[in-house]
């Protein structure tokens, strides 16, 4: 037998205890004798919440996704929700997406909080992650949770927490349930289910959420500009295939064509190499369905419909996608578009987005004089705006990262409404003799034009965690004075909440909370973040570039112009 670490040992010792199902010990013990690597893999750390809640590989052990770990995850937010609301009956919604296990680790769940007095309203099947966002507060649930891991490989699930107002986890609650579930011993865990407590949810809620969908991400759009847009779509083998289709036959749009092979939900997402509408790789049959039957617009949304990938017919006709940077622009302009005309704008609405995502929208919410509210990577963020600022009404908003949100009826990315939202867009600019990307390149040359490219960097298992964090304290120690010949102006650090006017040698607080992320700024106007994602093993650097654009017969060669100061960019910082 190879070595392994005391510590390492401690930690696998527990899982050997009567807690634990005595076939799941026998795998473990079969672990130490034949996969001593898998077993240090598997037990190194214990799984931490990040942006997006807690995500890893499926297995055994304290840094896989199992029964135990999601059930003392359980426990611990069943003991600060009784603590919290010690005088109520309290209520949490669970939904769980196509992936393996999920349906089984969602019954798990809501086994743990029935056991603990806690009333669950438990979907039947699949959902998508939105209508959970939705649900929770239809229910008046105190409490939600999504059994998802997103995008990721299929290896991958994931818990996401939701509270009260329909959001994801923020402080002070994220750190309190961290600390409740840490002081846990795994023999604490209830797992035996009160059967009376648990009641299973459906269509009853479907036929609302899609309702209000409708109802939200509908505009002015003439019923024969609906009937004339060429739809394509693809749920990419995931939950959106229970709720987009329905919702846009609700507003009127009959000319769908959706992507067979890909609609049965599946959890070895069997078609793609990525379930993952940023990726152009996973659109490419819905792209090559549109080629067929001469599609306007191409909509893929991710496994549990939270993001979508949009693309769109270009000067050449030809479909390209646009990225989430694009799709952020067309629909924030159409929303606030929108609002001008109905006479909604008096100076008490505001649009939100991410300290990584274009600066493009800092400029767009100014010009229609409205309040531009930015915060840290991740939806829960935003939905945080909603809920400190209540007096303030919210519009819409995004991130780079291919998520949008219509107005506050839901509380996290939905590519749901936001499905509706681009197709709306898309038919009234059809009816005007024009396509989106037309109405793109005319919102550049109104406000400038703006190009982002994001460069990820993979580096799993304990060495990968290493090299990222290293990479970030070197960034920290030695940081850039120059990129692309063009001199660093501003450098903005959020771990340690300071930004630094490099050319004056003054320093800032940055009011947002602490986060490793660091963000150069240079005097022609281009910007660098570095950031380690918050729930995959990867280092993303987030480019953004802009200029004038005068005319939208310059477009192409603009555009050109704009992409080789990225790829100089990159060259420069040996990516």
């Known amino acids: 037998m190879l070595h392994i670490k005391p510590e390492i040992l401690e930690r696998v010792n527990t899982w050997l205890t009567p807690s634990f199902d005595k076939d799941d010990q026998e795998q473990i013990k079969h672990l130490i004798a034949s996969c001593p690597k898998e077993l240090e893999e598997s037990f190194y750390k214990d799984l931490e919440f990040g942006t997006g809640g807690m995500r890893g590989i499926m297995g055994l052990g304290t840094n896989r996704i199992n029964k135990y770990t999601l059930g003392k995850n359980t426990q611990g937010l069943s003991n600060y929700l009784n603590q919290s609301f010690p005088n109520e009956l309290v209520k949490v919604a669970i939904a769980y997406d196509c992936r393996h296990n999920s349906k089984s680790l969602a019954k798990v769940v809501a086994d743990v909080f029935s056991a603990n007095g806690i009333k669950v309203f438990l979907f039947e099947d699949l959902r998508a992650t939105p209508e959970l966002s939705f649900a929770l507060k239809h229910l008046n649930c105190h409490c939600g949770i999504v059994l998802t891991a997103s995008h990721n490989p299929p290896e991958y699930n994931g818990y996401k927490v939701y509270w009260q107002d329909g959001g994801q986890l923020v402080p002070p609650q994220d750190s309190e349930i961290i600390a409740e579930i840490n002081n846990l011993e795994y023999s604490e865990i209830k797992f035996d289910a009160n059967k009376d407590l648990i009641a299973y949810i459906g269509k009853e809620v479907d036929d609302i959420f899609i309702d209000k969908s409708v109802e939200n991400g509908s505009f002015d759009t003439s019923t024969e500009a609906r009937k004339n847009l060429n739809i394509v779509f693809t749920s990419l083998h995931g939950t959106s295939i229970t709720a987009i289709p329905e919702t846009l036959k609700r507003a009127g749009y009959t000319n769908v064509h959706i992507v067979e092979e890909q609609r049965e939900p599946n959890g070895?997402?069997?078609?793609?190499?990525?379930?993952?509408?940023?990726?152009?790789?996973?659109?490419?049959?819905?792209?090559?369905?549109?080629?067929?039957?001469?599609?306007?617009?191409?909509?893929?949304?991710?496994?549990?419909?939270?993001?979508?990938?949009?693309?769109?017919?270009?000067?050449?006709?030809?479909?390209?996608?646009?990225?989430?940077?694009?799709?952020?622009?067309?629909?924030?302009?159409?929303?606030?578009?929108?609002?001008?005309?109905?006479?909604?704008?008096?100076?008490?609405?505001?649009?939100?987005?991410?300290?990584?995502?274009?600066?493009?929208?800092?400029?767009?919410?100014?010009?229609?004089?409205?309040?531009?509210?930015?915060?840290?990577?991740?939806?829960?963020?935003?939905?945080?705006?909603?809920?400190?600022?209540?007096?303030?009404?919210?519009?819409?908003?995004?991130?780079?990262?291919?998520?949008?949100?219509?107005?506050?009826?839901?509380?996290?990315?939905?590519?749901?409404?936001?499905?509706?939202?681009?197709?709306?867009?898309?038919?009234?600019?059809?009816?005007?003799?024009?396509?989106?990307?037309?109405?793109?390149?005319?919102?550049?040359?109104?406000?400038?034009?703006?190009?982002?490219?994001?460069?990820?960097?993979?580096?799993?298992?304990?060495?990968?965690?290493?090299?990222?964090?290293?990479?970030?304290?070197?960034?920290?120690?030695?940081?850039?004075?120059?990129?692309?010949?063009?001199?660093?102006?501003?450098?903005?650090?959020?771990?340690?909440?300071?930004?630094?006017?490099?050319?004056?040698?003054?320093?800032?607080?940055?009011?947002?909370?602490?986060?490793?992320?660091?963000?150069?700024?240079?005097?022609?106007?281009?910007?660098?973040?570095?950031?380690?994602?918050?729930?995959?093993?990867?280092?993303?650097?987030?480019?953004?570039?802009?200029?004038?654009?005068?005319?939208?017969?310059?477009?192409?060669?603009?555009?050109?112009?704009?992409?080789?100061?990225?790829?100089?960019?990159?060259?420069?910082?040996?990516?």
């Open 268 to 575: 070895d997402f069997p078609t793609v190499k990525s379930p993952n509408p940023e990726e152009p790789e996973a659109l490419k049959m819905a792209m090559e369905l549109a080629e067929k039957v001469d599609g306007d617009i191409v909509i893929g949304t991710d496994p549990d419909c939270d993001r979508l990938g949009v693309a769109v017919r270009n000067l050449e006709n030809e479909l390209v996608i646009l990225n989430g940077n694009q799709t952020m622009i067309l629909m924030t302009d159409f929303l606030l578009q929108q609002c001008k005309k109905s006479n909604k704008i008096n100076g008490n609405q505001f649009v939100g987005s991410t300290i990584v995502s274009t600066p493009m929208m800092a400029v767009l919410a100014d010009a229609y004089d409205v309040e531009y509210k930015i915060g840290l990577t991740g939806f829960k963020w935003i939905a945080k705006m909603i809920k400190d600022f209540p007096e303030q009404d919210f519009i819409g908003g995004g991130e780079e990262s291919f998520g949008y949100m219509v107005g506050d009826f839901v509380r996290d990315k939905d590519a749901v409404t936001s499905t509706l939202l681009a197709c709306e867009i898309a038919a009234q600019a059809k009816a005007n003799g024009k396509t989106l990307y037309e109405k793109l390149i005319d919102l550049y040359v109104k406000h400038g034009f703006y190009k982002e490219r994001l460069i990820s960097l993979t580096k799993k298992g304990i060495s990968g965690a290493e090299e990222i964090r290293q990479m970030m304290i070197d960034a920290r120690e030695n940081p850039l004075k120059e990129v692309n010949g063009s001199k660093v102006i501003r450098i903005e650090d959020y771990q340690l909440s300071i930004a630094k006017d490099v050319l004056n040698l003054k320093e800032e607080t940055l009011f947002i909370p602490k986060s490793n992320v660091l963000i150069y700024y240079t005097e022609d106007g281009s910007k660098i973040a570095l950031r380690p994602s918050g729930t995959e093993p990867k280092i993303k650097f987030y480019i953004s570039v802009n200029t004038d654009l005068d005319n939208v017969s310059d477009f192409k060669k603009t555009e050109q112009q704009l992409e080789d100061r990225i790829d100089a960019i990159l060259a420069d910082m040996n990516l």
